[in-house]
């Protein structure tokens, strides 16, 4: 009777065993679906070549009590052309700089830094923990700016200046925008 129970119970096993496999079939290709877009230019400006300034020579004894060169400034112009239909407004960030003006990096050179002026002819103060921005609305003739700063040697606090030669640069970012400010 053990063998009969025992031959029952693997029959039986086998038996529902088999009926509980799934079947799956696979249709492949079954369906197509479309799908379009497309990645458009940033709308921007273009940014006109910047020509390098030449600041006239200034003796070392040449600085007023503002400590600003007796110097002519020079005018920075910074231009945008051809900006697309959907700006209506540029702006200019000069990034948080070390000192608040721009360093003198000439080898060997003199102590005198560059300042930069505003239109106001104020000096932009570029250590200031948030950066000054400047915003130009984009001339709807002919969708252009222009920004215009001043530029001229600046010697520092309590010091005489020294003789040598002054070098330096200026980087920017520009934020464009389709809102009038």
Known sequence: MNKNLLSILILSTTLFSAHSNAVEYTEKNAG??????????NPRCQLENIQPIELPPVQANDFGDNHIAGTEAQVLSIQFTNCDDSIDNVQ???????????????????NVDIAIFDADKNIIELDNETPRAFNLNVNEENKNAEFLFDINY???????ATPGPVSSSLTFDVIYSDVVK
């Open 32 to 41: 197509t679906i479309l799908i379009n877009g497309s990645v458009t230019a």
């Open 92 to 110: 200019l960030k000069i990034p948080r700089q070390t000192k608040k003006s721009l360093k003198n990096l000439a080898e060997d050179g003199s």
């Open 154 to 160: 600046m010697k520092p606090n309590g010091k005489d």
